[in-house]
Nanobody, 121 residues
Framework: QVQLVESGGGLVQSGESLILSCEAS????????MSWVRQAPGKGLEWVSG?????????NYAESVKGRFTISRDNRANTLYLQMNALKPEDTGTYYC?????????????RGQGTQVTVSA
């Protein structure tokens, strides 16, 4: 079955960096677009970034993270990453890895259990 396991969250100060990882299993990872979404306390899910499947390296970002976050993938390791730089308190939330979701409006069908990111001012 499809499994997505996130790791790498934590408590950091404003301006610092974190790298999130998502280990995928149960499907042909390299063939699928993948994405990161987040949920701030008391708010709905927000799409953060997506990367296409296959050989082309096409990435999309929400305006709120463009220039600060970088999505990448290692198809040999079945792992998705999110490099987060210059973190802000408004980046606080639970971050989920999802299958699909290359853009904010494309379908996501599975997501992991999430990893918590807390950014203090």
């Amino acid at each position: 079955q499809v499994q997505l396991v996130e790791s790498g969250g934590g408590l950091v100060q404003s301006g610092e960096s974190l790298i999130l990882s998502c280990e995928a299993s149960g499907f042909m990872f390299e063939n699928w677009a993948m994405s990161w979404v987040r949920q701030a306390p008391g708010k709905g899910l927000e799409w953060v970034s997506g990367i296409n499947g296959g050989r082309a390296d096409i990435k999309n970002y929400a305006e709120s993270v463009k220039g600060r976050f970088t999505i990448s993938r290692d198809n040999r390791a079945n792992t998705l990453y999110l490099q987060m730089n210059a973190l802000k308190p408004e980046d606080t939330g639970t971050y989920y890895c999802a299958r699909g979701g290359w853009t904010a409006t494309t379908t996501r069908d599975y997501r992991g259990q999430g990893t918590q990111v807390t950014v203090s001012a």
